[in-house]
């Protein structure tokens, strides 16, 4: 039987507090994407699409020799084990560094999670004096997700020094009159 290739819809699935987004074959959504607590994202804000960390467990279940599979809500895991769907555990968190070449630093971002990299040791400060934060709670963190915080880059002497800072306003003014130039603050942040 061929595999749902049809149209994407944009859709999400809680977990750890966040809204993980990702594209989902609208066949395939409406077939099971309730039963796995996967909700439909066109109109929600708030939501990181693709991140590298958190990411949801998966469930997967054949029938008729069709396998059916996707990221699925924790809140479901009883009765999707119930219904038969083989469940991944609990999506792993990734883990902050705090010693040694690349240091963990998060910018807040107005859908209620930090959005977290690491970054040289040596240029942590840099991000600091930007608006990052050393996190600490990991359960409070996004990696590698779209909206992206903007970037402000400056070049001293010849190095170019780019890092990410907050997704306000306020943050970008701050980082523009310490000479360096950001990017566009993404209309997506808005979006809540």
Same mark, same amino acid.
């Given at each position: 039987m061929?595999?749902?290739?049809?149209?994407?819809?944009?859709?999400f699935?809680?977990?750890?507090?966040?809204k993980?987004?990702?594209m989902m074959?609208?066949?395939?959504f409406?077939?099971f994407?309730?039963?796995?607590?996967?909700?439909d994202a066109?109109?929600e804000?708030?939501?990181f699409?693709g991140a590298?960390? $958190? =990411? +949801? #467990?998966? /469930?997967? &279940?054949?029938e %008729?020799? !069709?396998?059916q599979s996707? *990221?699925?809500?924790l809140a479901?895991?009883k009765?999707?084990?119930?219904?038969?769907w083989?469940?991944s555990?609990?999506?792993?968190?990734?883990?902050?560094?705090t010693?040694?070449a690349?240091?963990?630093?998060?910018?807040?971002?107005?859908?209620g999670k930090?959005?977290a990299?690491?970054?040289?040791?040596?240029?942590?400060q840099?991000?600091?004096e930007?608006?990052?934060?050393?996190?600490?709670d990991?359960?409070?963190?996004v990696w590698?997700?779209? $909206? =992206? +915080? #903007?970037r /402000?880059? &400056?070049?001293d %002497?010849g !190095?170019r020094?780019s890092t *990410?800072?907050p997704?306000?306003q306020?943050?970008?003014?701050a980082?523009a009159?310490k000479?360096?130039?950001?990017?566009g603050?993404d209309?997506d942040w808005?979006?809540?």
């Amino acid at each position: 039987m061929p595999i749902n290739t049809g149209p994407k819809q944009k859709v999400f699935v809680p977990v750890y507090g966040m809204k993980y987004g990702f594209m989902m074959d609208r066949n395939s959504f409406g077939a099971f994407g309730g039963q796995l607590g996967i909700k439909d994202a066109a109109a929600e804000g708030g939501v990181f699409y693709g991140a590298n960390s $958190p =990411k +949801p #467990p998966r /469930a997967v &279940k054949k029938e %008729n020799g !069709v396998s059916q599979s996707g *990221f699925y809500d924790l809140a479901k895991a009883k009765s999707l084990a119930n219904a038969g769907w083989k469940l991944s555990g609990a999506g792993i968190l990734r883990s902050i560094k705090t010693t040694g070449a690349a240091i963990t630093v998060c910018v807040d971002t107005p859908f209620g999670k930090s959005y977290a990299w690491n970054i040289p040791a040596n240029r942590r400060q840099i991000a600091i004096e930007l608006g990052a934060t050393v996190p600490t709670d990991p359960t409070q963190l996004v990696w590698g997700a779209y $909206p =992206k +915080p #903007p970037r /402000a880059t &400056k070049i001293d %002497n010849g !190095v170019r020094t780019s890092t *990410f800072c907050p997704p306000d306003q306020v943050s970008i003014d701050a980082a523009a009159s310490k000479g360096y130039s950001v990017e566009g603050l993404d209309g997506d942040w808005f979006n809540i």
